[in-house]
């Protein structure tokens, strides 16, 4: 059996090619919820496992994949989501960023190269922390996109009083230079547990987020905006929404997505006055996206792996 991650990527296509001409059984999955939908498969493999219902319809009716060898078995990352043991105190974990515990916590998600100025987002919204514009005290952690992580693009933030900017390790081995260790994906998880509100424009951390019943507002400008310099090239804008894989999310009303900086600060007070507002509707998004949040993806990924090979 030739397993293969990532059904988009070059050498695993090669692989799964090799194999099929020596008649090696191949089962694949996408490496990311938004592969499907965003390119045709350069090859159909003999079994394909996918995360959620939306992406197996995708792969039936528009990659042409066969019905009967289509498996969904949720997100086999979010399995670290319901592990218990690696999360740390509230005080422990912010204390070790340079966070103060007591103060309310706003993660900004960067998304890289395709909104090559969203850090002066998450820079508006740190000037409106030190005016002390919202409605309760916070503080921010910043993350960048793997994309473009290695250009430091928050380094006006850097040395600011209640903001962090979080790290994890780089290598130009890999195509999208992000390799990161155990200890990085723990320290991830607590961010996102000990958050109260994440900020993001179309991110998968939208789903991250979701998995842990957390308000989520999803940004539609970057560059573009009153005040702004409309002569730099970005592509933050609502056109981001337009994908099908995002639409999914929108569907489900668990976001708010605002398109001025007035929206945004607006949203934020909001949600810090009353985090449990559209809860419902993230558990809707969580079921339709996420699957299961059981611990289980990734033994069902094996039981499918099993099945191929005991066949």
């Known amino acids: 059996l030739v397993f293969s991650t990532s059904f988009v990527s070059g050498y695993d296509t090669a692989f799964m090619k090799e194999a099929k001409r020596r008649r090696i059984p191949t089962v694949s999955m996408p490496k990311s919820w938004d592969n499907i939908p965003l390119g045709y498969a350069r090859f159909a493999p003999d079994y394909f496992i996918v995360p959620n219902e939306p992406s197996r319809h995708v792969a039936v009716n528009l990659q042409d994949f066969p019905e009967d060898r289509v498996h969904v078995v949720g997100m086999p990352q979010f399995d ?3 592990r218990g043991d690696i999360i740390k105190s509230r005080e422990e974990h912010l204390k070790s960023k340079g966070l103060d515990p007591k103060l309310l916590l706003i993660f900004f998600g960067s998304e890289g ?14 000037e409106w922390i030190q005016n002390g514009e919202f409605v309760r005290p916070c503080q921010l952690l910043v993350r960048s ?50 958050c109260d509100i994440m900020v993001n424009a179309a991110s998968t951390l939208t789903l991250d987020a979701a998995c842990f019943d957390k308000p989520i507002i999803n940004i539609g400008f970057g560059c573009v905006y009153e005040g702004g310099d ?15 894989h995002f639409g999914w999310v929108m569907e489900t009303r668990a976001t708010e997505k605002v398109d001025t900086y007035g929206a945004l600060k607006e949203q934020l007070n909001a949600y810090l006055k009353d985090p449990i507002r559209e809860s419902e509707e993230r558990e ?17 990924l094996v039981n499918v792996i099993d099945m191929v090979t005991t066949s």
């Open 80 to 82: 670290w989501y319901v």
């Open 113 to 126: 190269a395709w909104a090559s100025y969203d850090h002066e987002v998450a820079e508006k919204i740190h």
């Open 145 to 194: 996109h793997f994309s473009n992580a290695d250009q430091d693009i928050f380094q006006a933030l850097r040395n600011k009083p209640k903001v962090a900017i979080d790290s994890y390790r780089l290598t130009n081995f890999l195509g999208d230079k992000w390799d990161p260790s155990k200890e990085e994906m723990a320290d991830f998880i607590n961010s996102l547990y000990h």
């Open 230 to 244: 409309r002569n730099k090239r970005d592509i933050t804008t609502s056109a981001l929404y337009t994908s099908d």
């Open 284 to 300: 809707v998004l969580r079921r339709k996206l996420c699957y299961k949040l059981d611990g289980k993806s990734s033994e069902r």
